[in-house]
């Protein structure tokens, strides 16, 4: 997979991409990540990227021009991306052509608090690509023919407003990469993690068996795989029951995971 990242602020991402997991995976070569400043492609003497709202108001608005051409020139560099209108960087305006009519054309993606909830049904979707490009701005908006003629997806990472989206960018990267295969020690890892199941993950301990006298649930010592699998799910059904009971709703439970749950409500008193 190749990720490339359009900010005014690479610097942001220089300890991200050589750390932790995206690092070994970076190493692995099982992912390309490029922090690209797109100030570079303003096209005039000042690196103005942004400009005044037409119609007034205030702050400022991140031009069209700029993120086109970077993305277009991301494009250009790679020949299997680029459609029937040649080599090269193409007029703004026909990219929304040039995406859609490549062989294997990115994801380009806006992160905004505008944007579509990210969650892990995303991540895994964003997985199976072969290329994304995330937008991230820095201002008081886009210019709407970016999201009417570039975008393909606008992710927000929640109800709130930051400075910039270099940081909901890496949370979506982080999240998507660690599920490329090969990139986890355990393969198992990110099939089990919270919300991959639909759940939230089970409670997970390790050595020492007693410390401080709170002692490892005796089921988790007994090796007995079927058990100890019965009493996670059980676990990971009762954790979400208990803290996101939204996630239930919709979820296809089997029928012990439905006579589960009617236990704990029983024994809670409640009637949901």
Known sequence: MRIDVLTLFPEMFDGVFHSSILGKAAEKEIVNLNAINFRQYAGNKHGQVDDTPY???????????????????I????PNEISNHG???????EISAEITGAAKPPRVILMCPQGETFTQKKAE??????????ICG??????????????TDELSIG???????????????????????GVLGNETSAVTDSFSTGLLEYPHYTRPAEFRGWKVPDILLSGHHANIDVWRREQALKRTWERRPELLEGLELSKQ????????????????
């Open 55 to 73: 119609g007034g108001g205030g702050g400022m608005v991140l031009k069209p021009d700029p993120i086109f051409a970077a993305v277009e020139d």
């Open 75 to 78: 494009l250009a560099s790679n």
């Open 87 to 93: 080599e090269g960087a193409h007029p703004a305006g």
């Open 125 to 134: 979707e964003l997985s199976q690509e072969e290329h994304l490009v995330f």
């Open 138 to 151: 820095h201002y008081e908006g886009y210019d709407e023919r970016i999201r009417e003629f570039l975008v």
């Open 159 to 181: 109800d709130y407003v930051l400075t910039g989206g270099e940081l909901p960018a890496m949370v979506v990267i982080d999240s998507v990469v660690r599920l490329l295969p």
């Open 257 to 272: 995971d439905k006579t589960y749950l009617e236990k704990l409500r029983a024994q809670s008193g409640k009637g949901k």
